[in-house]
């Protein structure tokens, strides 16, 4: 088959997992599984202050799936960042986790609003999520129409 080109090749299946591929490491060829390769999540640190609001569509956000969270200069009264959600309905976020993690930098007077956008809902509401707790953990993901809550810890 090394003489084929791309297009005259059998239509691909789905991976289930245990295929073998071939993986090069310092010169030499190795042999592995999809279910043997580890899976690290990067954390993106994002620090957060008072009037902020990041729209989490942007593209620099495209691969991220854990955002740290890291409160800056709080001060006196109840401070507040937006963190918009991307397009749910966007085929890059279908089927999409994120994760979200603040610093001991929160408090109830600081807090991150996490908000479904264009009348998208995150667990069947429109309103916002707050993260306003330190250690605050939460974890959404896309069905291609809305967001849910999948996990969450405070």
Known sequence: MAN???????IATK???DELFAAVQDGVTKQTTINDV???IIPLNLSVTN???INLSDIEYNTTSLIKLTWVNPSGGVQV?????PDATLPINTNRVLRFISNGGFTTNTHVE?????????DGSINDYLINKPYEGIQVWSNGVEWFIIQKKA
């Not at 084929?4 to 059998?10: G, M, P, R």
């Not at 996490?114 to 995150?122: F, H």
């Open 4 to 10: 084929l080109k791309i297009s005259e090749l059998q």
């Open 15 to 17: 991976l289930q997992g």
């Open 38 to 40: 580890n899976n690290f």
């Open 51 to 53: 009037g902020d609001v």
């Open 81 to 85: 960042a937006v963190l918009n959600l």
């Open 114 to 122: 996490l908000t479904p956008i264009n009348g998208q809902t995150l």
